[in-house]
């Protein structure tokens, strides 16, 4: 079944967009996924879990350990952050955050450093290539993330590499992975040497419900959060009283069985009640999405209106770990984009 009309899709491809929630291995095109998965001859029982259907969150987890055991090398690791970048630049995001997890692999001679650098070389050449033929532009930063399966140590050094890296485009860190895994007391500390270093800070939350968690992150105030699907009436009102704003997946959501139907989705209390809240993707490839659809789907099942759809978009660029100037120039080029379609509406 559909949940977006096809008159909005045009719309909403049309509508300049920020994406703040973007994993890159999630975010790997279908195509690709069955290219390497020949190149790399995975074994076919594993292949079945990547045909696309309706699946649930720890099934995700497996498909994302065997992404992983495809995109292992160096030169796939670039080739894959570039194409992720092109993809979103196609579908019309002006600015991009996407994360990662900094990848050990002794075997392919890869550290979390060199890892990390494949990823911003893709980046860098997918933005010169976005440049060089004139086509709409891209800017893009880079989160890293911290897998909940990491220990303190390995978090540590994600976070220091993250410090290293900020000049290079690094401007974050995510904590994300399974859920059901792991304690935060084992990352907080990483977590605060990251604030201490300057780096923006952004959590999973409230993928599955786990009250003293989530009490314990909102009280850590990081400056973003992403999901808060499974919060309890006082949960709801603490996260309200600290304002952070939050990035949601609809389609991962619905899909996952975090939320029960489009229309339950928990985005539109949180936006009807004045709380900042962002649209994202999360994983475009692993659930067939783009962030266009994703805006689509709200606009159906929320019954928004297209201004009420640009300015969702545009103040996306609020919560943006960019600096207040280069904020400023994506106000501008908001307001270009807003200018052109009204020009090509009026001839
Ligand atoms: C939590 C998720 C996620 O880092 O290898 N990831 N973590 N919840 C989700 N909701 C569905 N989707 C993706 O991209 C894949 C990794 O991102 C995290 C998981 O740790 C996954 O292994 P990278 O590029």
Known sequence: MQHYCEEELKFCQALPKIELHAHLNGSLRDATIRKLAIKRQLDPSLT?????????????????DVIHQITTDHETITGIASEVVEDFAADNVRYLELRTTPKTRSEHGMTKRSYTEAVLKGMQ??????????GRSIAVRLLLSIDRREDAAAALETVQLAAELQSRGVVGIDLSGNPTLGQWSTWEPALQEARRQGLKITLHAAE???????????????????HMCC???????????????????????IITE??????????HPFYSAGHPVILCTDDSGVFSTSLSKEFAIAAQAFQ???LQL?????????HTFLNEEEKQDLRKEFENARLKLQA????
């Open 125 to 134: 050449e997918a933005q010169g290539r976005q440049r060089a033929s004139k």
């Open 258 to 267: 975090s939320v029960a139907s489009y229309p339950e989705h928990h985005f």
């Open 310 to 318: 640009w300015q969702i978009s545009e103040a996306a660029i609020d």
């Open 304 to 306: 928004f209106s297209r």
């Open 48 to 64: 079945k879990l990547i045909e696309k259907g309706d699946r649930t969150l720890s099934e995700c987890f497996k498909l994302f």
């Open 231 to 253: 919060l309890d009436e006082r949960l709801e009102a603490l996260h309200y009283s600290t304002g952070i704003p939050v990035e949601l997946c609809l389609s991962s959501n």
């Open 344 to 347: 090509e509406k009026c001839s």
């Open 208 to 226: 599955v419900y786990n009250p003293a968690e989530t009490e314990a992150m909102l009280h850590f105030r990081p400056d973003r959060l992403g």
